[in-house]
């Protein structure tokens, strides 16, 4: 006797997180999971979820998710409806908003100016899976150091502390001239010298001075637009630096709605900076910010 296959809900390809793979038969289901967090009981969780649904390997991707691959397109409605009560639901992968990815940030690493986690859960929270003409990925990191490479993002997000100094009595010790990398700090004469042009604005000689004459301003988030990794990776032109997570918001609603009136589909964002005016598009921001 032939076996009848369960019906396959044809609407549910329509839907982002859902890849087809080498095998046309079968689909990779990609999750939704901003900032790449997770609880415990939700990973066992996935464990029981991949398990009950025939699930070999997961898969870890680039953008701080979880992919199950080989998935027959007739377990999709009920792994999905799992997933969903995991609060991991199904990701997004088209000309959308995808995950959005982050470091650890100030709740957890030493270098951090920011906390990228909560401010990736709410650009998730906001724009996740927002249809646009071309894919959007948007990354955080916490300091200058990069780890996200968040500026090979068409949104990347950095945040940074720039350092004062002083006026109280600087011994010339040199001590704040080992924590920079860029050679950004010099004792003259006894005191030191910041070299603004050399200065990253990672706030890393703030701390170790003995003495508290290197102070930090606020953190700032310095936002860059139109980065890109793949084939012909391109590195974001800076757009703006703001002062809150309220005016990174603020930027980024601008610049999604941006995208979404005036980018064409059919090539990267990257490629289309100048079509689409970036320098105008950047002075109106600015202005934004400013006024
Ligand atoms: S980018 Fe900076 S804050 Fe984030 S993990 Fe790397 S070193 Fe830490
Ligand atoms: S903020 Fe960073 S780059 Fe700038 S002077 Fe301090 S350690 Fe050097
Ligand atoms: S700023 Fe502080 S750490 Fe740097 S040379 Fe002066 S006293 Fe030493």
Same mark, same amino acid.
């Given at each position: 006797?032939?076996?009848?296959?369960?019906?396959?809900?044809?609407? &549910?390809?329509?839907?982002?997180?859902?890849? +087809? @793979? $080498?095998?046309p038969?079968?689909?990779?289901?990609?999750? $939704?999971?901003?900032?790449?967090?997770?609880?415990p009981?939700?990973i066992t969780?996935?464990?029981?979820?991949?398990?009950r649904?025939?699930?070999?390997?997961?898969?870890?991707?680039?953008?701080q998710?979880?992919?199950?691959?080989?998935?027959?397109?007739?377990?999709? %409605?009920?792994?999905?409806?799992? &997933?969903?009560?995991?609060?991991?639901?199904?990701?997004?992968?088209?000309?959308?908003? =995808?995950?959005?990815?982050?470091?650890?940030?100030?709740?957890?690493?030493? !270098?951090?100016?920011?906390? %990228? =986690?909560?401010?990736?859960?709410?650009?998730?929270?906001? !724009? !996740?899976?927002? @249809?646009l003409? =071309?894919?959007?990925?948007?990354? #955080? *990191?916490?300091? /200058?150091?990069?780890?996200? *490479?968040?500026?090979?993002?068409?949104?990347?997000? +950095?945040g940074?502390?720039?350092?004062? $100094?002083?006026?109280? &009595?600087?011994?010339?010790?040199?001590?704040?001239?080992?924590y920079?990398?860029?050679k950004?700090?010099?004792?003259?004469?006894?005191?030191?010298?910041?070299?603004?042009?050399?200065?990253?604005?990672?706030? !890393?000689?703030?701390?170790?001075c /003995?003495?508290? #004459?290197?102070?930090?301003?606020?953190?700032q988030?310095?936002?860059t637009?139109?980065?890109? $990794?793949?084939?012909?990776?391109?590195?974001?032109?800076?757009?703006?630096?703001?002062d809150?997570?309220d005016? =990174?918001?603020?930027?980024?609603?601008?610049?999604?709605?941006?995208?979404?009136?005036?980018? *064409? %589909?059919? %090539?990267? &964002?990257?490629?289309?900076?100048?079509?689409l005016e970036?320098d105008?598009?950047?002075?109106?921001?600015? @202005?934004?910010?400013?006024?």
């Amino acid at each position: 006797m032939k076996l009848q296959r369960r019906p396959i809900d044809q609407g &549910l390809y329509t839907k982002g997180g859902i890849i +087809t @793979e $080498r095998n046309p038969d079968f689909c990779i289901v990609r999750l $939704r999971m901003p900032a790449g967090m997770i609880t415990p009981d939700q990973i066992t969780e996935l464990g029981a979820i991949a398990k009950r649904h025939g699930v070999k390997d997961i898969h870890l991707t680039t953008r701080q998710t979880i992919e199950f691959p080989h998935i027959d397109p007739a377990e999709l %409605s009920g792994l999905l409806a799992e &997933l969903e009560a995991n609060g991991t639901p199904l990701g997004a992968e088209r000309e959308e908003v =995808v995950n959005v990815t982050a470091c650890l940030g100030t709740r957890h690493c030493k !270098f951090a100016t920011i906390d %990228s =986690v909560a401010l990736a859960k709410e650009i998730d929270r906001r !724009f !996740f899976a927002k @249809e646009l003409p =071309v894919k959007v990925r948007i990354a #955080i *990191s916490a300091c /200058p150091n990069g780890c996200e *490479s968040e500026r090979l993002n068409e949104i990347g997000i +950095t945040g940074i502390q720039r350092p004062i $100094r002083d006026p109280g &009595l600087c011994t010339g010790c040199g001590t704040c001239t080992c924590y920079c990398r860029e050679k950004a700090i010099t004792v003259e004469n006894g005191i030191i010298v910041l070299d603004k042009g050399k200065c990253m604005e990672c706030g !890393f000689c703030i701390m170790p001075c /003995p003495f508290q #004459i290197i102070r930090g301003e606020n953190p700032q988030y310095r936002i860059t637009v139109g980065g890109h $990794r793949g084939r012909h990776p391109i590195i974001g032109r800076h757009l703006v630096t703001v002062d809150t997570p309220d005016d =990174v918001i603020r930027v980024v609603d601008r610049i999604i709605y941006w995208i979404y009136r005036q980018a *064409s %589909s059919g %090539s990267l &964002l990257p490629e289309q900076l100048d079509e689409l005016e970036f320098d105008e598009f950047k002075k109106t921001i600015v @202005e934004m910010v400013e006024g």
